[in-house]
């Protein structure tokens, strides 16, 4: 069964870097993936978990673009991925395991927000098929190196963004109703939460835990697809477009933002304990439905008769019917 959805006051807060989190923890021997580990807080966790002794894999859609970003950083190995198309992720995870090696982390980081309406090859909304679809697939096809690993860790990057409503079952993919950006990214980080609960469900007995995350705001290439004036107005930069940097209301730097995401990855204090949303480098509170808090993790985000029925619809998905 999936841990209690509370905190376990440990120690650490909103300010919290991956410094603090990674002190003392050797990770040698240990394989790690981490998708979209080229850039934001994805970076700064693949760096982190390199320099702890692991080896890291970044899968990239942009070679070009993850190639020059990691540069200055020849410990972290690339390889091609793309978690809008079936069969690129299904490249990938023969390649990796034909080498055999356990995968004790898996960071399922990658994610694109509020951009314009398009779909991927099977018709599916791309937030969607990005943010939740595609590591969905990844996971299932890299389950044998997850068990390999005898108490492997999946993490899932979610978001303050499933605040904007639960998975809709019935029009999920947005064929009836008029597509929303932000209500469709508020989906996707909502069944990315929903996606640790069932995994973390049907792996404990394998080792295999799994956690959902909120890193908290943070200015990177993520907000692309947002219009500078919104962008000031939401108050996470200023007037000349810089971040602002506020941890106690989740305004957070790219080191404070991934350390949840190492947190779960490395915390011993999370030894025995999964299917749970997590921010700030504590497991979060759950809160009511009707809410107003910024941090916590809403119903519909660990309902567990939820998560199975997501996990059902993604099964047949990633399988074409």
């Known amino acids: 069964m ?19 989190v990674i002190r003392g923890v050797d990770l040698s021997g240990k394989v790690a993936i981490v998708t979209g580990g080229y850039s934001g807080i994805g970076l700064v966790t693949a760096r982190t978990l390199a320099a702890a002794g692991a080896r890291v894999i970044v899968p990239a859609r942009d070679l070009a673009k993850a190639r020059a970003a990691l540069k200055p950083y020849p410990q972290l190995q690339l390889e091609p991925l793309d978690l809008m198309d079936a069969q690129s992720i299904e490249q990938f995870a023969v390649r990796f395991l034909a080498t055999g090696c356990p995968l004790h982390l898996l960071i399922n980081n990658a994610g694109i927000m509020a951009p314009p309406l398009s779909r991927n090859a099977q018709g599916y909304e791309s937030q969607f098929a ?15 190196a997850l068990q390999r690993a005898e108490g492997a860790r999946v993490v899932t990057l979610s978001s303050r963004g499933h605040v904007h409503g639960a998975v809709d079952f019935d029009d999920w993919n ?72 506020d941890p106690e209301r989740n305004m957070k730097t790219p080191e404070q ?35 107003e808090e910024q941090l916590g993790v809403r119903p519909w985000a660990v309902d567990t008769g939820l998560a199975q029925r997501l996990w059902i619809l993604s099964e047949q998905l990633v399988a074409g019917r």
């Open 174 to 245: 947005f064929e009836r109703q008029a597509y929303d950006p932000w209500r469709a990214y508020g989906q996707s980080k909502t069944a990315n939460a929903l996606f640790a609960v069932h995994l973390d469900t049907l792996g404990a007995a394998s080792g295999v835990r799994a956690f959902a995350v909120h890193p908290g705001g943070i200015i990177t290439d993520l907000v692309r697809h947002m219009k500078p004036e919104v962008l000031q107005a939401s108050g996470y930069v200023d007037e000349h477009g810089k971040p602002v940097i």
């Open 2 to 20: 999936p841990t209690v959805q509370k905190p376990i006051h440990s120690g650490y807060g909103a300010a919290t870097t991956v410094a603090e």
């Open 130 to 144: 990005t943010n939740h679809l595609g590591h969905f697939l990844l996971t299932q096809r890299l389950w044998p």
């Open 257 to 291: 933002g991934a350390a949840t995401s190492v947190w779960c990855a490395v915390s011993g204090q999370l030894a025995g304990m999964g299917g749970v949303y997590c921010e700030n480098c504590d497991v979060a509170a759950a809160v009511s439905a009707e809410s």
